[in-house]
């Protein structure tokens, strides 16, 4: 089946520093990928939609210099949060969308939990 | 605009008792709705979808879940429960009825809790 990686699975940083997390699709070709965030016991909410080769679009309120979003390539998709603070400490979790995946559906990373100290 | 609606923060039920866990949308247009499954400090993982066809959808782990189009509703359904279903649970949906950029709206969450 449809398997998305994210590099890494934890991450500790300073605070004003840059931290890129990594999604990958393993076996198959991801032309639109999302980017989730989640805070702790609540729902995940959607930062951004990113098509290969393309600007990423960014939803209402979320900082695109802030959230730097390259999806350079086919099987991967990347999200630098910049000059990191302690309310950026959150569950970052991507999901990618193939040409022929079946209607509607996307695949879910395993997130990656960054803390900022 | 579509939204979906987890009335229950917590629904806690004991191991072999069915289970129910609901959920409300709203959509424009046809509804393509989804049941995720999130273990603490994992990703999502897909347990059902419905698109079209059987109200009734069958899913991963004996989970099933009723698509009812006149009261909006496609509460999450296992006729019994593990200790092992303990979760948080997410439904989401989508509008399918045109072009669009393929986004999910997901609700709150609801903590499932199975007791031995």
């Known amino acids: 089946g449809a398997v998305v990686s994210q590099h890494p699975s934890w991450v500790i940083c300073k605070s004003g520093t840059s931290v890129k997390i990594e999604c990958r699709s393993l076996d198959f070709q991801a032309t639109t990928m999302f980017w989730y965030r989640q805070f702790p016991k609540q729902s995940l909410m959607l930062m951004a939609t990113?098509?290969?080769?393309?600007?990423?679009?960014?939803e209402q309120g979320v900082e695109k210099d802030k959230f730097l979003i390259n999806h350079a390539s086919l099987t991967l998709s990347t999200l630098t949060v910049t000059s990191a603070h302690p309310e950026d400490s959150s569950f970052y979790i991507c999901?990618?969308?193939?040409?022929?995946?079946?209607?509607?559906?996307?695949?879910f990373g395993p997130g990656t939990r960054l803390t900022v100290t | 605009a579509q939204s979906v609606a987890q009335p229950e923060d917590q629904v806690n039920v004991a191991e072999g008792n069915p289970l129910t866990v609901k959920c409300t949308y709203s959509?424009?247009?046809?509804?393509?709705l989804f049941w995720y499954v999130q273990y603490p400090n994992r990703g999502l993982q897909f347990l059902l979808k419905y698109i079209t066809g059987d109200n009734l959808v069958k899913g991963s782990y004996g989970f099933e879940a009723e698509f009812n189009k006149s009261q909006t509703s496609f509460h999450l359904k296992k006729p019994s429960a593990l200790v092992s279903d303990s979760a948080l649970y997410f439904c989401a949906v989508r509008d399918g009825s045109g072009a669009g950029s393929y986004q999910l709206t997901f609700g709150k969450g609801t903590k499932l809790s199975v007791i031995p």
């Open positions: 959509v424009s247009g046809n509804p393509y």
């Open positions: 999901s990618a969308r193939g040409r022929t995946s079946a209607a509607a559906e996307q695949y």
């Open positions: 990113s098509n290969e080769g393309s600007k990423a679009t960014y």
